[in-house]
């Protein structure tokens, strides 16, 4: 199973509404990741996971917040978003160690109203 | 991490062979070189990776000289289904990997 599995697909949320988006993966890596991705812009690093652990946050707003249970599951938390928020939202796993591919979901496609 | 610079946007025709040249002239000696793809909606997913010299997979070849100050994807004889963005990343692995992706190149094949 070489596969990330985001979900929702689709969420469209107010600016006063909390939700959350979950990452799952099965392939046994440590190391978890969330992108945000504008329309024709790349990627941009959000947090990473590293044994279960936020090691890299870089300058995330704090409405976003991030949460690994255990090391298959890597979740973000939403609360008062902006509508200049909205994008896809990429999470990817790895293993921690050289020489290693990410393995990226499809996304979760964000619109806040 | 070094910064990579590659061309904006390139066009070529079906059976074409495509070379992608990225410039990564920071890179630092534990730095990899690693080549993304994405398509419209989609995450991006792995190509090829490599630290020096030539390494080939079933899909494309990544060139890289002796200074590793840039590198060249090559894809071979390329179909319309390559049409996509193909990213140049500079990777240092750790327990912490930050993998952060440049502007990309939008290549485009036509018919």
């Known amino acids: 199973d070489t596969e990330v599995t985001q979900t929702p697909k689709h969420l469209v949320m107010g600016m006063t509404n909390k939700k959350s988006l979950k990452c799952e993966q099965h392939m046994g890596h440590r190391a978890m990741y969330w992108y945000k991705q504008k329309a024709k812009k790349p990627p941009e690093l959000m947090f990473v996971?590293?044994?279960?652990?936020?090691?890299i946050n870089e300058s995330v707003p704090s409405r976003f917040s991030p949460e690994c249970p255990n090391s298959s599951l890597l979740n973000l938390h939403l609360h008062a978003l902006q509508p200049e928020d909205s994008a896809l939202y990429l999470c990817?796993?790895?293993?921690?160690?050289?020489?290693?591919?990410?393995?990226f979901g499809q996304g979760t496609r964000l619109t806040v109203v | 991490l070094a910064k990579t610079t590659q061309p904006i946007s390139m066009d070529s025709y079906e059976g074409q062979e495509v070379n992608i040249t990225c410039s990564h002239n920071?890179?630092?000696?534990?730095?990899?070189i690693t080549w993304y793809q994405q398509f419209p909606s989609q995450g991006p997913r792995f190509i090829i990776q490599g630290y020096k010299t030539k390494v080939t997979n079933e899909v494309a070849s990544l060139f890289i000289p002796a200074d590793r100050k840039s590198s060249t994807l090559s894809l071979p004889r390329v179909s319309l289904s390559d049409t996509a963005v193909y990213y140049c990343?500079?990777?240092?692995?750790?327990?912490?990997?930050?993998?952060?992706f440049g502007s990309g190149t939008r290549l485009s094949i036509r018919p």
């Open positions: 996971y590293s044994y279960e652990k936020l090691s």
């Open positions: 920071n890179i630092a000696t534990n730095d990899y």
């Open positions: 990817a796993s790895s293993q921690p160690t050289e020489n290693t591919e990410a393995f």
């Open positions: 990343l500079v990777v240092s692995y750790s327990s912490a990997s930050k993998i952060i």
